[in-house]
């Protein structure tokens, strides 16, 4: 089945610096990687997501990369805010019937101002 | 209802004791997903419901573990004989279609504690 790697497992940054977050999977049929944002306490919920026909996406100050060769892609934060902070997590499915995302352990992001 | 609805938001049982976690799905979603995430960990797959069917279990951790699924809606996880290391957020979550590349609506979770 998929595996999912994510570093770091954590990532302590200031206000305005920017943040990457990267993942790896091992499943070369996996074609769709979305990022999940889960707050202290709160629901995770999607943030962004990308295709594997696209090599990067970006929505405001957020962006993510891929690298299908290399079977890793990444989540870029620019201009970091407090509202940042938050375990985020990667996922990686091969969008198949029946198929399921594997989530990596997840990044705790630390924003101080 | 709006969004994915768990009940209960938390359970404490003793070690034994069974229990059961509920999850409300949005309605009209076709697929319905349960996670389990330990403190500080990731989210560890369970299982997945088609419909009323559950085309994947692979995630159960043990025989105790087990989950059905109502009227394409209504799932009930049940823990029987609940261990120490069954204490976790369990998670559920539905999509509409169940096709692996679509966005999962996440309840607020159970927080089970085992003493």
């Known amino acids: 089945g998929e595996n999912v790697e994510q570093h770091p497992s954590t990532l302590s940054v200031q206000e305005g610096d920017s943040a990457v977050i990267k993942c790896t999977y091992s499943?070369?049929?996996?074609?769709?990687f979305p990022w999940y944002k889960q707050e202290l306490g709160k629901r995770p919920q999607l943030i962004i997501d990308i295709r594997s026909n696209v090599g990067e996406k970006k929505d405001q100050r957020i962006a993510v990369t891929l690298n299908k060769t290399a079977k890793h892609f990444s989540l870029h934060i620019t201009e970091t805010q407090p509202e940042d902070s938050a375990v985020y997590f990667c996922?990686?499915?091969?969008?198949?019937?029946?198929?399921?995302?594997?989530f990596g352990k997840g990044t705790m992001l630390l924003v101080s101002p | 209802g709006a969004g994915v609805s768990q009940s209960p938001s938390n359970k404490v049982t003793e070690k034994g004791k069974d229990v059961e976690l509920r999850c409300d799905p949005i309605s009209g979603h076709t697929a319905l997903y349960w996670y389990r995430q330990r403190l500080g960990q990731g989210l560890e797959f369970l299982i997945y419901f088609q419909g009323n069917s559950a085309p994947d279990k692979s995630g159960l951790p043990s025989d105790r573990f087990s989950a059905e699924r109502t009227g394409e809606s209504v799932s009930t996880l049940t823990i029987q004989r609940t261990q120490q290391e069954d204490s976790a957020v369990y998670l559920c979550a539905s999509s509409p279609h169940g096709t692996g590349d679509e966005k999962l609506f996440f309840g607020s979770g159970t927080q089970l504690s085992v003493l």
């Open positions: 996922a990686a499915s091969s969008g198949a019937g029946y198929s399921t995302l594997t």
């Open positions: 499943d070369s049929a996996s074609n769709y």
